[in-house]
């Protein structure tokens, strides 16, 4: 039996659906692009790592129909709407830090969920010693804290505490200015003793959002939930309302009635060496 736990790392975390999936082609599109770069022809057990709402599960299930795919998530809303909709797959709440499957995988996928969990030095050693030989790990994950976007997050919370008001605690400003993704130079470094091939590479999406505050609907799906989820009503007010300001700013809407918000993702595809 594979071991889970009802709560992940950041299940302190609540999560929107319907939120997370405006925006979603967005979304999606950096999703297909991984899976496109898997280079396998007939994997045999499958595992979603931080599938959410199993769109991308899905598709993964479509393109090899003689898998057994399995989505993994902590979020139990997120699982809900994921297993709404009939399909083949076996959908699993777990804590990815500590889940361990039930067999050697020959894909681990994870598209942008692995930014959430500490200890990256240890975990990534960690999935990727518990493919099957010759097995996949591919993973993507946002490059989003160097963003204007998410400096701001920060700033707000800070310049509200430097004025003798502040909205929330000093480890709500400390989850969000710490270091989510190491350097890929890092992943390289972690992966490559074990691997027999492995890419490592950097995306920058020019990405046109549309509708009103569309940068803020945008981060109000991912990077705003532990300050959506950690402050009162009253200061998520004033937060939102300093913060929708300053995103106006910096994100101004173009002629079309577009937002232009440039987006970084990190991509690494690594399949598993012979044991030496």
């Given amino acids: ?14 999560w ?27 994997p045999r057990v499958i595992y979603d ?30 699982l809900d709407k994921a297993a709404s909709e009939p399909s083949p797959i076996t959908w699993m709440e777990a804590d990815i830090t500590r889940w361990r499957p039930e067999q050697p995988p020959d894909l681990l996928y994870s598209n942008a969920t692995l930014q959430w969990l500490d200890d990256h030095p240890a975990l990534f050693p960690r999935l990727f010693s518990l493919l099957s030989e010759g097995g996949c790990l591919a993973v993507q994950m946002p490059l989003s804290r160097g963003a204007p976007s998410h400096r701001l997050m920060v700033e707000v919370l800070r310049d509200a505490a430097t004025a003798g008001q502040p909205l929330g605690p000093e480890s709500l400003t400390a989850t969000l200015s710490r270091k989510w993704v190491l350097d890929a ?11 027999a091939t492995l890419d490592v590479w950097h ?27 950690g402050l009162d009503e009253a200061a998520k007010e004033r937060y939102l309302e300093t913060y929708r300001t300053r995103l106006r700013e910096t994100y101004p809407r173009r002629g079309d009635g577009g937002t232009l918000y440039p987006f970084r993702r990190l991509f690494m595809v690594a399949l598993r060496g012979a044991e030496r």
């Fill in 16 to 42: 929107d659906p319907s939120q997370y999936a405006r925006f979603g082609d967005h979304r999606l599109r950096p999703a297909l692009e991984l899976l496109a770069r898997v280079p396998l022809s007939q």
């Fill in 203 to 229: 995306t920058e999406y020019l990405q046109v959002l549309q509708g009103d505050d569309a940068v803020l609907e945008w981060v109000k799906a991912t990077g705003l939930r532990p300050v959506l989820n």
């Fill in 1 to 14: 039996m594979a071991e889970t736990t009802p709560r992940a790392a950041h299940a302190g975390t609540r």
């Fill in 49 to 78: 790592l931080g599938c959410g709402t199993g769109n991308v599960t899905r598709l993964i299930a479509e393109r090899w129909p003689e898998a057994r795919v399995y989505g993994v998530d902590s979020s139990p809303q997120m």
């Fill in 185 to 195: 130079a890092q992943y390289y470094d972690l992966l490559a003793p074990g691997a």
